[in-house]
Nanobody, 122 residues
Framework: VQLVESGGGSVQAGGSLRLSCTAT????????LAWFRQARGKEREGVAS???????TYADSVKGRFTISQDNGQTSPYLKMNSLKPEDTAMYYC?????????????????WGKGTLVTVSS
């Protein structure tokens, strides 16, 4: 399974972006799908995850601003980001967990994309 992100770019603070993730091979509809991000000089952190039953989890820093969703086949996650802040600037990664559960932890993820850059200017 290979994951390819798109939708990153540059936006002013308060703006919005929608990230997409496409699997080059079909992921199972039972996978947990997630978004992570890594700012320059910082560790990668979980942003949001969505389980096959639609259960979502968000990092406190993005609650109320970001929304994760998945396509009808439950194989591709999307991330709608509103009210963006300069501190949201990071490389954003799509990930998938083929195992049980849907914990927002990079240690649980089995597949990763190469990332798409989001830059938010003040």
């Amino acid at each position: 399974v290979q994951l390819v992100e798109s939708g990153g770019g540059s936006v002013q603070a308060g703006g919005s972006l929608r990230l997409s993730c496409t699997a080059t091979k079909s992921t199972s509809s039972g996978y947990c799908l997630a978004w992570f991000r890594q700012a320059r000089g910082k560790e990668r952190e979980g942003v949001a995850s969505i389980d096959h039953d639609g259960t979502t989890t968000y990092a406190d820093s993005v609650k109320g601003r970001f929304t994760i969703s998945q396509d009808n086949g439950q194989t591709s996650p999307y991330l709608k980001m509103n009210s963006l802040k300069p501190e949201d600037t990071a490389m954003y990664y799509c990930a998938a967990d083929a195992g049980w559960g849907c914990e927002l932890s990079e240690d649980n993820m089995d597949y990763w994309g190469k990332g798409t850059l989001v830059t938010v200017s003040s």
